[in-house]
């Protein structure tokens, strides 16, 4: 406890949380928190835990921090996984009881992007910040915001094409991302705008069952074009046929 109440010497968001990094932290580390639940709706829990919600490989994962309490105050530390390109904080008491209690910061979020070992934004962190922060596409983390409205749609788009620009190989990871946003800043020219998308996608040779999936799904689900969807699950059922 003492060497980590030393070290936390980094961000504060803005006076419950204090961290032993500065800025973006870099995945592949273990990093310290120090948690202050003093005017919070923590403030008289008797047992604190930490939930961080991960974006590792466009993949949204979740994981644990245990907090030791010293001086009215929490510690704890976690191991940044070296995939993860985003990762947010949500502070609950550990009684059941409370369920529905939680510290986000107010409703603004303890959250990062993170960065490799070269200080490098890492694949996924602009899409998970898009993402994370527009609640209403259902495409982060659900209930960790009450009533954030989220940022502007332009913001959506902007990180999202950020994203692209700077991984344009991993587009059949984050096309149901990419699809959400679509949809978000075409509004009646969907239909339009998303067959000419899909049908470009579908054209890659790296595509797997999953990507095949969204594909038959927007057509199914959003495009309600049962002939398409039906005509790509023929596909998957032949070349997945054990799923």
């Not at 009215?72 to 996984?81: D, E, K, T, V």
């Not at 954030?148 to 950020?162: F, H, L, S």
Request: proline share 6%; hydrophobic share 35%; with cysteine.
């Amino acid at each position: 406890l003492c060497a980590l109440s030393g070290n936390i010497l980094g961000q504060e968001i803005p006076s419950r949380l204090r961290t032993s990094f500065t800025g973006n932290p870099v995945a592949g580390t273990r990093v310290g928190f120090q948690y202050d639940p003093q005017g919070g709706p923590l403030e008289s829990k008797q047992a604190i835990t930490g939930i961080v919600y991960m974006f590792n490989d466009y993949t949204w994962e979740t994981g644990d921090i245990e907090l030791v309490k010293h001086d009215n105050l929490w510690y704890g530390y976690f191991n940044i996984p070296r995939n993860c390109a985003f990762m947010a904080i949500k502070f609950v008491p550990e009684d059941l009881n409370d369920q529905g209690v939680a510290d986000n910061n107010d409703d603004q979020g303890f959250m990062w992007m993170t960065l490799d070992q070269n200080r490098l934004p890492l694949p996924g962190g602009n899409l998970a910040w898009a993402m994370f922060r527009k609640p209403q596409l259902g495409q982060g983390v659900t209930g960790y915001f009450q009533q954030y409205e989220g940022i502007m749609d332009e913001a959506v788009e902007m990180w999202t094409y950020k994203e692209l620009e700077m991984f344009p190989q991993n587009m059949p990871k984050m096309f149901n991302y990419f699809m959400a946003m679509v949809k978000l800043r075409s509004g009646e020219q969907f239909p339009e705008t998303a067959q000419k998308f899909v049908t470009e996608f579908l054209k890659d040779p790296r595509l797997g069952e999953q990507q095949y999936m969204w594909a038959r799904d927007i057509y199914r689900f959003q495009l309600q074009d049962k002939e398409k969807a039906d005509s790509i699950e023929q596909v998957i059922l032949t070349r997945w046929p054990q799923g």
